[in-house]
């Protein structure tokens, strides 16, 4: 605890709170949502960590009293409440220890997270729902904001692929170690033979660029496409050709938004996640690291980080780790933080073993 303590520098968190919230009491602060949300959500974050950690040394602190009256009443019972309760402290501590963990360049930001279908046809279009669905039911539980900025609908069943995201402090640190390939094992609920599929999915995580960011793009490197907005139906569905998609040429990236009814601000939106993927990219090229920041993600065999099998046994096993469980319906429902830090465990391990 005391090392948890000494790397999230207490005293500088409780500076940064008091700065974040005389900026929060300024008059004009809403005058810029987009800024006013941004210094809000930093707000809440600070004050969560702080809260948490003074919280987790006050029933540190409480254990240590209990336990010396236990020990000099020789109170069995108080000595068993002792015990329960530093079981529960050393969980806590564990979890919060991964916090610790997050210290790369960019693992502040927030996270955009792109996810695409691969090899396995229908199947595979519909497994890229379900993880979709995965990362924005794990958001939820927390209490995390999650945009969806542009989703493309299979024919039959399921996406072609998504993007969305993660409007939270730390979201791209926790979340970049989700990219990589997945691969679904499962009979196929699409073949009337009812035979076993293996499906692919790509998971493609990037950090959201800041102002700081500097990320100049010329126009004449832009091809800018507007179209009318798709989806399963009903009546939220765009009936005009405000959704945007940007062609980034040098690169052959492209972007695409249809989540907001306005040309301009889907064509905002897509620019930024442009920016975050051309960030990404440069930061790849700087490290020759390209693993590092997306994953090899070409959404095949060779490549996968977790198998997800359904059939003929229950299991989800990320290939990296080697955690696993046997509960794949609570692992779709977002019940994903053992394999996140685990993960997270596992690359601060390999980082180590490099230097």
């Known amino acids: 605890m005391r090392n948890i303590e000494a790397v999230l520098d207490l005293d500088r968190m409780r500076k940064d709170k008091a700065e974040l919230e005389a900026v929060a009491a300024t008059p004009d602060l809403w005058d810029d949502q987009a800024r006013a949300q941004q210094i809000t959500s930093k707000l809440s974050y600070v004050q969560g960590e702080l809260n948490r950690v003074e919280r987790l040394r006050g029933r540190l602190d409480d254990a240590g009293v209990l336990l010396e009256l236990a020990q000099s009443e020789n109170d069995p019972g108080s000595l068993a409440e002792v015990g329960s309760e530093v079981t529960a402290l050393t969980k806590s501590v564990d979890e919060l220890e991964i ?30 729902e379900m993880l979709l669905r995965m990362y924005l039911r794990w958001a939820e539980r927390h209490g995390y904001s999650a945009d969806v900025y542009d989703t493309s609908y299979a024919e039959e069943a399921g ?9 939270h402090p730390y979201a791209y640190g926790t979340l970049s170690v989700e990219g990589g390939t997945h691969r679904l094992v499962r009979i196929s609920p699409f073949d009337n033979q009812g035979r076993r599929q293996t499906s692919f999915a790509a998971v493609e995580v990037v950090p959201v660029v800041e102002q700081t960011d500097d990320i100049d793009i010329p ?77 090899d993600v070409a959404g095949s065999w060779g490549d996968q980080m977790r198998s997800y099998v359904l059939h003929p046994y229950q299991m989800v096993k990320d290939l990296r780790t080697e955690y696993e469980t046997g509960n794949p319906t609570s692992v779709f429902d977002g019940e994903i933080d053992a394999f996140i830090e685990a993960g997270i465990r596992w690359r601060k391990q390999r980082e180590l073993e490099a230097r």
Not at 103 to 109: A, I, L, Q, V
Not at 159 to 167: L, N
Not at 229 to 247: F, L, Y
């Open 99 to 128: 916090r610790t963990l997050l210290s790369g360049e960019y693992d502040s930001r927030e996270a955009l997270i792109s996810i695409r279908s691969g090899a396995g046809g229908v199947d595979a279009a519909d497994f890229a």
């Open 159 to 167: 996406i072609k692929s998504a993007t969305f995201a993660v409007k």
């Open 219 to 295: 126009e004449d490197d832009l091809r800018i496409d507007v179209y009318r907005s798709s989806g399963p139906g009903g009546q939220g569905v765009n009936t005009t050709d405000s959704a945007v998609r940007i062609t980034h040429l040098p690169t052959g990236l492209v972007v695409s938004c249809q989540n907001e009814r306005s040309q301009l601000q889907n064509k905002a939106t897509a620019m930024g996640v442009l920016k975050a993927k051309l960030l990404a990219l440069k930061r790849a090229e700087e490290q020759a690291k390209m693993d590092a920041i997306k994953g």
